[in-house]
């Protein structure tokens, strides 16, 4: 099973940025997706933004659109988002995930797309 390591949450003000990564210990980049997905107390796990290794194609929640952007590298194998003007309604634990196969949008936002999952990052945002 593929090992996933989050970093770079944090607590920040409204209107900061933070940039989490994700490394993997996974040597295979060709047709899977990585993505991200986020879950604030009692609520449901929601998806905030993928990347396909093989295409680059990225996909966004409406969210979060035009303020994160997802990147990868992959010869360090690591996935990153980085995450500007942030809201309190950001505030969650953030997850990074990967799944076997190249996905569409509406594919990416499913969570049985990705069969790894990191331990989850915390993501404050105050006001």
């Known amino acids: 099973q593929v090992q996933l390591v989050e970093s770079g949450g944090g607590l920040v003000q409204a209107g900061g940025s933070l940039r989490l990564s994700c490394a993997t210990s996974?040597?295979?980049?060709?047709?899977?997706?990585m993505g991200w997905f986020r879950q604030a107390p009692g609520k449901e796990r929601d998806f905030v933004s993928a990347?396909?290794?093989?295409?680059?194609?990225?996909y966004y929640a409406d969210s979060v659109k035009g303020r994160f952007t997802i990147s990868r590298d992959n010869a360090k194998r690591t996935v990153y988002l980085q995450m500007n003007s942030l809201k309190p309604e950001d505030t969650a634990v953030y997850y990074c995930?990967?799944?076997?196969?190249?996905?569409?949008?509406?594919?990416?936002?499913?969570?049985?797309?990705?069969?790894?999952w990191g331990q989850g990052t915390q993501v404050t945002v105050s006001s």
């Open positions: 996974t040597h295979t980049f060709s047709n899977s997706v």
């Open positions: 995930a990967v799944g076997p196969y190249s996905s569409t949008y509406y594919q990416a936002r499913n969570p049985s797309q990705y069969d790894s």
């Open positions: 990347i396909n290794r093989s295409t680059g194609s990225t």
